[in-house]
Every structure is written in C-alpha cells, then in structure tokens.
C-alpha cells in the first residue's frame, strides 16, 4: 500500500527570494497574465496552503518568480491521525484516561437559612 501524501506550500519563501515582501507586489503581476484575483484572494494564496488552486494561476505564479513547480509545492508523508487514546496519553490496554468531560461540577446544594 502506498503512504498517504500531504504538500507544504512555499510561495511565500520563494516570493521573499525574489524581492517580493508583500502580497499587493503579486496582485498586478498576475494580472498582467490575466488572473484576476481580489486582495483578499492574493493574500490567501500567499499565505494560506491552497486546497485548491487553477493551473492557469499555477502558471502564472511560476512564471512570474521564475521558478519551477517543485520550488512551490514539496511533497510530503501525511501524518497520521492521532487516535483518541494516544491524544489523551492513555494505551490502549489502560483503558480511556480521564479527560476534560468527566470533570463534571458538582451541583450546588442549597440549604435553607435558619432562622
């Protein structure tokens, strides 16, 4: 079976490599090459891992920084989910450790005053 693969994006280093610090230097280049993106958008992709992400800007990008697409995107092993018992600390043959729901408050009893 072959392992599950996760990426790491690295716009954001390769832009500052070229000279470009800041999200507003990328927005007119892409739109020279016709991707017309908002602010918002722009930054994103800078900054955020894109899930999904067109080729024509994928292009684009690498045109402008004059890189190739393995300097963008690096592949990497995905990590594997933590199952509850290991997120919690406790082995499997223990039995569930205690976790923050069984910290229950205890109900206030209310006693009448004396009089």
Do not use: N
Not at 23 to 49: K, N, W
């Amino acid at each position: 079976m072959t392992g599950k693969l996760d990426y790491r994006w690295h716009l954001r280093e390769v832009m500052a490599t070229r000279g470009m610090f800041s999200t507003t230097d990328l927005r007119p280049l892409l739109a020279e090459r016709g991707i017309d993106l908002s602010p918002s958008q722009t930054y994103r992709l800078v900054v955020e891992r894109p899930e999904r992400l067109s080729l024509k800007t994928l292009m684009a990008l690498l045109d402008i920084l004059g890189c190739t697409i393995e300097d963008l995107i690096e592949p990497v092993a995905a990590r594997p989910a933590r199952s509850k018992t290991a997120a919690s600390g406790g082995s499997a043959d223990a039995g569930p450790a205690p976790g923050v729901g069984d910290f229950r408050p205890k109900r206030a009893r209310v006693v009448p005053p004396e009089e």
